[in-house]
């Protein structure tokens, strides 16, 4: 993976004084080198300026950007999984390639079909091209948005308009007259969808993101989008037999296209039926190249002195996982992270993502990672599977399907725990529930309701809609900043966009037939899985139960509110965020996803006050 960086202005003559602007680019790209600290380079035109920050994965010696050919120019971060399919469709339209690298195969795909290449793409990517001799820059984005890509504009005293986008927020604002500013609209986004964000949005005052599976084009003219892929619903007409052949398919053909790399690959496994597949499939592709594949399992110290089963993580991980390491005969790694390293790396967590995270699931991930890259390049992941196969609690109980309060995101049912610990001013302010209502319902019409579904179908079918929009891109942001923060590619195949479309559209009575949650996933995963993998209950990723965690959270919150100086002040009640430190906290009600509970609400608090800080 990589990381991308530039500014456009078609008034501009940035060559006139190039030394300058060549200083604003390189200030840019070093802002973001952690995500590519193998190669990095810039390309200079009179009104685009373009940089490029390289992770060497496939073709290392001649995949160099920014790359031009013809009258483009290219920066790209991602992979292409149907590299070969477009590689034979060029050559026979008379194409010829100079290097091995996918950065070539994009620019002349640019150069043969123009912008509308990108739906022909099976990959996960940000790219910026500069097509010159019409002076027109190009932003595209992958159709999950697995890749992040951001941008502004700034009317400066030289040049009105500049467009100026990055990989990362923190790069965009390394141009001159760009600075961090924050609205009404930011706090809703943090203490409303937080850690989520609205599609779109960089929360940010004036920071926008190009959307999933869309392209911008910058010119003259202005700022075009183009939304080149949507989710549809559709009626299902497959066989139970044959959607099942369909699946396994699939999910088999997206992980072994996601092999592709010319430096060793390895996987994440918990031993939970998704990374287990994902972990399998691979192990047995690499084993008849006569490899084995790396393995890594994360947990935390003294975790097994004090775990305590609930109903969002009912067992352990290690029993599982050295199932599998049995099963697969692979290398493996247990990681093991500490309670400090988990608080300390709050603060870092902020700055992988220029937003408060997912707290200490966020930290820890990316304590692992940074572990992980000792090892390897490429990691496999089993992320998503849960958002598209329906392993959420919410997709099957009925508090969810018909909730009592009114429609609203599953993730975070109610606003009540958050409420409770900010000051009445600020609550009046900035008026929560009424900007979660809107995003909530902004969402939902975006969802085509077919007429055969009925009650319960049109909830879930809202329900898995909202989780591939909101949840799901959640995960997949939390994956590429804790991943490329430490220079590390993880993959996610179960995003691939032809099995999130074919799995979306599939009947809940074949998703969970028989009762069983997953039901196609475990079903299409047989000849893969050893049985009490198979149908092992749902355990989320891991946290610390560690009572020293919490008592640590909590006097670092203090410490944070006795500070007369601390941003949080504007924003919390001191005396309920004391009182509720000291109170004992539910793990088994989490006010996001599964794993929130009271000790990340601590965490989330520490990690807004330390955005607050370092974003003045």
């Given at each position: 993976m990589c990381g991308i960086t530039g500014f456009y202005n078609y008034k501009a003559s940035y060559m006139s004084n190039e030394p300058y602007w060549g200083n604003v680019i390189d200030s840019m790209m070093k802002k973001i080198l952690h995500r590519g600290p193998d190669d990095n380079g810039t390309m200079h035109y009179d009104k685009c300026?373009?940089?490029?920050?390289?992770?060497?994965?496939?073709?290392?010696?001649?995949?160099?950007?920014?790359?031009?050919?013809?009258?483009?120019?290219?920066?790209?971060?991602?992979?292409?999984?149907?590299?070969?399919?477009?590689?034979?469709?060029?050559?026979?339209?008379g194409h010829s390639f100079d290097t091995t690298s996918d950065t070539e195969v994009l620019l002349e795909c640019f150069l043969e079909y123009g912008p509308d290449f990108v739906s022909r793409l099976n990959g996960i990517f940000a790219i910026a091209i500069?097509?010159?001799?019409?002076?027109?820059?190009?932003?595209?984005?992958?159709?999950?948005?697995?890749?992040?890509?951001?941008?502004?504009?700034?009317?400066?005293?030289?040049?009105?308009?500049?467009?100026?986008?990055?990989?990362?927020?923190?790069?965009?604002?390394?141009?001159?007259?760009?600075?961090p500013h924050i609205t009404r609209e930011s706090?809703?986004?943090?203490?409303?969808?937080?850690?989520?964000?609205?599609?779109?949005?960089?929360?940010?005052?004036?920071?926008?993101?190009?959307?999933?599976?869309?392209?911008?084009?910058?010119?003259?003219?202005?700022?075009?989008?183009?939304?080149?892929?949507?989710?549809?619903?559709?009626?299902?007409?497959?066989?139970?037999?044959?959607?099942?052949?369909?699946i396994?398919?699939?999910?088999?053909?997206?992980?072994?296209?996601?092999?592709?790399?010319?430096?060793?690959?390895?996987?994440?496994?918990?031993?939970?039926?998704?990374?287990?597949?994902v972990t399998s499939i691979c192990a047995r592709e690499l084993k008849k190249?006569?490899?084995?594949?790396?393995?890594?399992?994360?947990?935390?110290?003294?975790?097994?002195?004090?775990?305590?089963?609930?109903?969002?993580?009912?067992?352990?991980?290690?029993?599982?996982?050295?199932?599998?390491?049995?099963?697969?005969?692979?290398?493996?790694?247990?990681?093991?992270?500490?309670?400090?390293?988990?608080?300390?790396?709050?603060?870092?967590?902020?700055?992988?993502?220029?937003?408060?995270?997912m707290a200490d699931v966020d930290s820890s991930l990316l304590y692992f990672c940074s572990l992980v890259k000792d090892y390897n390049k490429v990691v496999l992941t089993g992320e998503c599977a849960d958002e598209i196969f329906g392993g959420y609690p919410w997709f099957h109980r009925d508090e969810f399907l018909h909730p009592a309060g009114g429609e609203t995101f599953c993730f975070t049912p109610t606003l009540a725990p958050r409420k409770e610990?900010?000051?009445?001013?600020?609550?009046?302010?900035?008026?929560?529930?009424?900007?979660?209502?809107?995003?909530?319902?902004?969402?939902?019409?975006?969802?085509?309701?077919?007429?055969?579904?009925?009650?319960?179908?049109?909830?879930?079918?809202?329900?898995?809609?909202?989780?591939?929009?909101?949840f799901m891109q959640t995960l997949l942001d939390r994956m590429d900043r804790t991943s490329m923060y430490n220079g590390l590619e993880a993959r996610v195949p179960f995003a691939d966009y032809r099995i999130v479309e074919y799995v979306f559209n599939v009947p809940w009575s074949m998703k969970a037939r028989n009762g069983v949650v997953k039901n196609l996933l475990r079903e299409a995963a047989k000849d893969y899985l050893p049985d009490e993998i198979l149908y092992?209950?749902?355990?989320?990723?891991?946290?610390?139960?560690?009572?020293?965690?919490?008592?640590?959270?909590?006097?670092?919150?203090?410490?944070?509110?006795?500070?007369?100086?601390?941003?949080?002040?504007?924003?919390?009640?001191?005396?309920?965020?004391?009182?509720?430190?000291?109170?004992?906290?539910?793990?088994?009600?989490p006010w996001y996803g599964q794993l929130m509970a009271g000790p990340q609400m601590m965490a989330y608090l520490i990690q807004v006050n330390t955005w607050l800080s370092l974003y003045r």
């Open positions: 300026f373009l940089a490029h920050t390289r992770l060497s994965i496939i073709d290392l010696k001649t995949g160099h950007q920014p790359m031009a050919k013809g009258n483009a120019c290219i920066v790209y971060n991602g992979e292409i999984y149907n590299l070969q399919e477009l590689i034979r469709d060029l050559e026979y339209k500069y097509d010159i001799s019409h002076e027109t820059l190009y932003l595209f984005r992958d159709h999950m948005g697995v890749k992040p890509l951001y941008y502004t504009t700034y009317d400066n005293s030289t040049y009105k308009g500049t467009f100026i986008f990055a990989s990362e927020m923190k790069s965009l604002f390394e141009f001159p007259g760009v600075s706090f809703c986004e943090v203490f409303g969808t937080g850690p989520a964000k609205t599609s779109g949005k960089g929360v940010f005052a004036n920071v926008r993101e190009v959307l999933p599976a869309s392209y911008l084009a910058v010119n003259k003219y202005g700022i075009n989008t183009v939304k080149y892929w949507r989710l549809k619903s559709a009626p299902h007409y497959d066989s139970y037999e044959d959607t099942l052949e369909k396994s398919s699939l999910v088999s053909d997206a992980i072994k296209r996601q092999m592709v790399s010319d430096v060793p690959i390895a996987a994440f496994l918990s031993g939970g039926l998704d990374s287990s597949l190249r006569g490899q084995k594949i790396n393995t890594f399992s994360f947990d935390f110290i003294k975790n097994n002195e004090y775990f305590t089963p609930s109903s969002f993580q009912p067992a352990e991980d290690r029993p599982y996982v050295e199932t599998m390491v049995k099963y697969t005969d692979s290398n493996h790694h247990f990681l093991e992270c500490s309670t400090k390293t988990q608080a300390d790396l709050l603060f870092d967590s902020v700055i992988s993502r220029d937003l408060p995270t610990l900010l000051n009445k001013d600020f609550l009046d302010w900035i008026n929560l529930d009424e900007y979660v209502k809107n995003a909530y319902e902004t969402s939902v019409k975006e969802i085509d309701i077919l007429p055969s579904d009925n009650e319960t179908e049109t909830n879930r079918r809202k329900i898995s809609y909202i989780n591939l929009r909101w092992r209950k749902k355990s989320p990723y891991p946290k610390t139960y560690n009572p020293e965690y919490e008592e640590l959270l909590g006097n670092r919150l203090k410490d944070i509110l006795h500070d007369a100086q601390s941003p949080l002040h504007f924003c919390v009640d001191k005396d309920k965020v004391l009182t509720f430190i000291d109170k004992n906290k539910d793990y088994g009600k």
